[in-house]
Antibody, heavy 121, light 108 residues
Framework: EVQLVESGGGLVQPGRSLRLSCAAS????????MHWVRQAPGKGLEWVSG????????GYADSVKGRFTISRDNAKNSLYLQMNSLRAEDTALYYC??????????????WGQGTMVTVSS | EIVMTQSPATLSVSPGERATLSCRAS??????LAWYQQKPGQAPRLLIY???TRATGIPARFSGSGSGTEFTLTISSLQSEDFAVYYC??????????FGQGTKVEIK
């Protein structure tokens, strides 16, 4: 079964850091680009970051550029999001999503169930 | 940055009726447009990619059309399980990926 499972969310104070993980199974992980997408409570979807199959191409939304870092470990079939200098507006459910292409060039055909990040003092 | 604008924000439709959802891009995205369905408490699900290609397992009552800046998602005969929020997304410009704000399809 093709599956993405996120972990690492939780309650964190403003200015602190958090690292999210996404474990992939059921497909050849290193054949595909991957992304993080978030959804604030009651709001729409916001793309956060994406990474190509070999980490050679990486992109970020302006709202997180300079604070968040995406990475992947193909040997562990895992995707990561290091989030630093967290703000209240980063509070959201964070989804891991699989791109249909090996570069970040296509739609997202597989989504995890998400991990919740709450930034509050 | 490409802005994706969906209309209407809410669409009230009776079961069995046709629903037409619109998505407009602030600049051309060619056919690099996807549609997703999201039900409460669930992750989004890919319906359409390449503006008009149904994803695996998606029923034929879902169809997409358009190119450039104007796109449409049509649900030919609404079933009870189709009441949800629908998002369009452009994937033409890297390194950005932009979603529309969503259209909620509710029971009339």
């Amino acid at each position: 079964e093709v599956q993405l499972v996120e972990s690492g969310g939780g309650l964190v104070q403003p200015g602190r850091s958090l690292r999210l993980s996404c474990a992939a199974s059921g497909f050849t992980f290193d054949d595909y680009a991957m992304h993080w997408v978030r959804q604030a409570p009651g709001k729409g979807l916001e793309w956060v970051s994406g990474i190509s199959w070999n980490s050679g191409s990486i992109g970020y939304a302006d709202s997180v550029k300079g604070r968040f870092t995406i990475s992947r470990d193909n040997a562990k079939n895992s995707l990561y999001l290091q989030m630093n200098s967290l703000r209240a507006e980063d509070t959201a459910l964070y989804y891991c999503a699989k791109d249909m292409g090996w570069e970040p060039s296509d739609a997202f055909d597989i989504w995890g169930q998400g991990t919740m990040v709450t930034v509050s003092s | 940055e490409i802005v994706m604008t969906q209309s209407p924000a809410t669409l009230s439709v009776s079961p069995g009726e046709r629903a037409t959802l619109s998505c407009r891009a602030s600049q051309s995205v060619s056919s690099n447009l996807a549609w997703y369905q999201q039900k409460p408490g669930q992750a989004p699900r890919l319906l359409i990619y390449g503006a008009s290609t149904r994803a695996t397992g998606i029923p034929a009552r879902f169809s997409g059309s358009g190119s450039g800046t104007e796109f449409t998602l049509t649900i030919s005969s609404l079933q009870s399980e189709d009441f949800a929020v629908y998002y369009c997304q452009q994937y033409n410009n890297w390194p950005t990926r932009t979603f529309g704000q969503g259209t909620k399809v509710e029971i009339k």
